[in-house]
């Protein structure tokens, strides 16, 4: 058995955490950012990548001292290197080479998509490789076939903005603050999906691809022509959402030659309870299990950094100490882009 710390910085969560390869979250250690970035409605880099320097080693102790265990005992230091907001990156992962270089470990520089890609493993033993994973967060929408541990073949991603980007501006738009995502999940509950017409982007377009601006644009219109309660702006935004998530996945289903071994969704948008009831629909209609992480594991933290790194331990993949940290790293080199204005990943 390996225990292994894993250090996330790369966006407004600060976090340490120990992990065992047969599972046990020994210590989950998590700082927030959210009072410092609500001011300015959306996270500031330089103001994140501050506040990773002031928290990190104090989580990394506290860390240690949840689980009981010393630096010497830990066999693995996975430390994000990236993508993501590249002051905070290099801070965790200058860290994580400090603690690795003096307890004389092994580095394993984690790619975070790949921390969110494989955390239901961590969740749940029986999920076995191949799997279709929707990875929604805040800075990524994307279909990928996960096909072993570092084994990732992108078969869809967003012409123009993520899943939890449209619901971060989507709140911000109804003033209903940062972070969006549980707000207008809240807000949904309130009101009626079907009482603002709304587009549904690339809906039965061929490829799987996913888009989101125009459905912002459409919010914005919605809330300026002054006819619409904001609940029902949310829960009609929401269920947009859904029904794009829905019928993309059922397209990346159609489309894949090897029957994948279930349906998994992991990344912040899957704490959704809409969402990952709509997924669970799908998966039944298919006839493939489904996997959601726990709420807390879906939102970023270390214990799925710890767990990339566990798999990867086991797999013989650590890195040297001079590993970079990288703004931009998608687990598929290979993808080409995808077709569409505004293309970021
Ligand atoms: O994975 P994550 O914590 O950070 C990134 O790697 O981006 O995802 C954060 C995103 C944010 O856009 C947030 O609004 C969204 O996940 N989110 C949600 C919910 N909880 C978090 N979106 C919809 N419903 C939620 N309950
Ligand atoms: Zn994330």
Redesign the pocket.
């Known amino acids: 058995m390996a225990l292994i710390l894993g250090l996330e910085s790369?966006?407004d969560?600060t976090a340490a955490s120990l992990v065992t390869s047969d599972r046990q979250i020994l210590a989950h250690q998590l700082a927030g950012q959210e009072a410092a970035h609500a001011p300015f409605g959306g996270v500031v880099p330089e103001i994140a990548a501050r506040a990773h320097v002031e928290m990190l080693a104090p989580l990394v102790a506290a860390a240690l001292a949840e689980a009981g265990v010393k630096l010497a005992d830990v066999d693995a230091i996975a430390a994000t290197a990236g993508p993501g907001l590249i002051g905070g990156v290099m801070v965790g992962l200058v860290t994580g080479k400090a603690l690795a270089m003096a307890a004389g470990k092994p580095l394993i520089a984690v790619n975070?998509l790949e921390g969110?890609a494989l955390s239901p493993r961590l969740a749940d033993p029986d999920l076995q490789f191949p799997y279709l994973l929707l990875l929604v967060?805040?800075?990524?929408c994307q279909l990928l076939s996960v096909e072993g541990v570092g084994r990732y073949r992108r078969l869809a991603t967003t012409i123009d903005d993520a899943a939890?980007?449209a619901?971060?501006k989507t709140a911000k738009l109804l003033g209903l603050g940062y972070?969006?995502?549980?707000n207008?999940?809240a807000a949904a509950r309130e009101g009626d999906p079907k009482a603002v017409p709304l587009p549904r982007p690339l809906l039965n377009s061929p490829e799987p691809h996913f888009s989101f601006a125009g459905l912002k644009s459409a919010v914005l219109r919605a809330r300026d022509s002054g006819r619409y309660r904001d609940a029902d702006i949310a829960a009609s935004f929401q269920q947009a959402v859904v029904d794009c998530l829905v019928d993309r996945t059922k397209r990346a289903l159609g489309s894949i030659a090897e029957r994948p071994s279930a349906l998994v969704v992991a990344?912040?948008?899957a704490?959704?309870t809409a969402?990952r009831n709509a997924l669970q629909g799908v998966a039944a209609a298919h006839d493939l299990p489904f996997f959601a992480p726990p709420l807390w594991l879906?939102?970023?933290n270390a214990a799925m950094i710890a767990w990339a790194g566990a798999e990867r331990l086991a797999a013989g993949l650590t890195d040297p100490l001079d590993v970079p940290a990288r703004a931009r790293w998608p687990l598929d080199p290979t993808a080409e882009k995808a077709r569409g204005a505004g293309v970021k990943a």
């Open positions: 790369s966006c969560e975070h969110h967060s805040g800075g990524h939890g980007e619901f971060d972070p969006g995502g549980p207008v999940e990344g912040g948008v704490a959704n969402i879906c939102t970023d």
